[in-house]
């Protein structure tokens, strides 16, 4: 068998196990919040029409994650663990698709670290996965990890032939992303710094990446002409103004992903008032944390820099979401957590062979230190969901779409 073949099936097997095991506690999380925003328009969903328009959550359309979300209500109808549960799987499949984007740049033992932290959700975005209502993130990344691994392929045929179809099946995906979550329009930085290694010519990098623009462009446009309310968040100036506070304080929630209100007792008063001086000082410790990583994409080389720049990217159309400025909401975040666990990965790999054995030890006791702290959050997360999907405000509502349900015609 293809060692290929092997390593591919390998990182896929771990993958899922890894996202059974940050996410099986999961499955009685049930449904609240934006999940009724998606469960009340699919229910009366009866074509394919009724199901790609208009926008569920405005103000951005996501015609393909809209129909795919009908499939799977129509599937597994008000049953939350069924979701969870196919969810993880695909969770597990971008974690593979990671890898094999991966390989190729930076190495297949980093990439095999990157695709295992990122199915652990590291950096917490796993409310990707079992929210229901975030099912367009997790589409939009299969379809930009898939855009990358075709992107290369395109540059690496030898035939012209081969590299025309390579860059059209290239067009393709990239506009499948566009149409499951609008963050893949970002993902123009990410080809641009994959291609530019393995150019044969500038002209063909520019050719290849001007055809991509232009459909990119014409997503937005389309997006701005339908209206919608995109319109009112694309070209109002304080959207832009504000933007770079926003930028600074997701990139401080990804890489310390704490709750505000977490789940304890009353009586422990300190570490509420911890977590809400670390809240309030946000854009603070994202510009702390924006000098490193500007100080490491200088003195790092190509793989650094295309990783850093993918990751501050996709956090660019995210950090447009009114929500990122109002509250803890990293369940979009699966895009610039994959260059994120991408670069972690590397880090410690460049550091593990720079170090002698008692360096080793401790960055082993580091990283299992973050694994450790980032599946304890990931915990409190699932227990907040739990709590918000069995409180009765959800359960009248979820009582609600099983009556609306029941009596709903069949087409």
């Known amino acids: 068998m293809n060692l290929r073949l092997v390593a591919h099936i390998g990182v896929a097997l771990a993958s899922l196990f890894c996202a059974f095991f940050a996410f099986s506690s999961s499955l009685d999380t049930g449904f609240s919040g934006a999940d009724f925003a998606v469960l009340e328009p699919a229910l009366r969903v009866r074509s394919a029409a009724d199901a790609i328009t208009p926008p569920w959550i405005p103000p951005f359309e996501r015609p393909l994650s809209q129909l795919a979300f009908a499939g799977e209500v129509s599937l597994w109808g008000l049953r939350a663990p069924r979701y969870v549960v196919t969810h993880m799987v695909l969770h597990a499949a971008n974690a593979t698709l990671l890898f094999a984007l991966f390989r190729g740049p930076l190495g297949s033992a980093v990439a095999a670290g990157a695709a295992i932290l990122f199915a652990l ?20 990344t299969t379809f930009v990890l898939g855009t990358g691994i075709v992107a290369l392929r395109a540059q690496l045929e030898r035939t012209p032939r081969r590299r025309l179809l390579a860059t059209l099946l290239t067009a393709e995906l990239f506009l499948l ?8 329009a970002m993902a123009l930085v990410m080809l641009g710094g994959l291609m530019w290694p393995h150019r044969r010519s500038l002209s063909s990098v520019l050719r290849k990446m001007a055809f991509l623009v232009i459909l990119g462009s014409g997503a937005v446009i389309l997006q701005l002409l339908r209206g919608q309310g995109a319109d009112e968040l694309l070209l109002s100036a304080s959207t832009w103004l504000s933007l770079p506070v926003r930028v600074l304080r997701l990139l401080s929630q990804m890489l310390l992903p704490l709750a505000v209100q977490p789940v304890e007792s009353a009586s422990e008063a300190l570490l509420p008032r911890v977590l809400t001086l670390v809240e309030q000082t946000r854009p603070i410790s994202g510009l702390l944390f924006l000098g490193a990583g500007a100080l490491w994409f200088v003195k790092g080389g190509g793989a650094v820099r295309w990783l850093l720049s993918s990751y501050l990217a996709f956090l660019v159309p995210l950090s447009l979401h009114p929500l990122t400025q109002a509250r803890l909401d990293l369940g979009e975040t699966c895009l610039p957590a994959a260059f994120l666990c991408g670069a972690v990965a590397l880090g410690f790999h460049r550091l593990w062979h720079r170090v002698g054995t008692a360096g080793r030890v401790l960055l082993a006791l580091v990283l299992v230190g973050i694994l450790y702290g980032d599946l304890a959050v990931v915990r409190r997360y699932q ?7 069995r409180s009765a405000e959800s359960e009248l509502r979820l009582q609600a779409l099983r009556q609306q349900r029941e009596t709903a015609p069949h087409p």
């Open 383 to 389: 227990a907040q969901a739990a709590a918000a999907g």
């Open 121 to 140: 959700a590291l950096g917490f975005y796993g409310e990707s996965v079992w929210r229901p209502a975030h099912l367009s993130i997790l589409l939009a």
């Open 177 to 184: 992303a566009l149409f499951c979550h609008e963050a893949g």
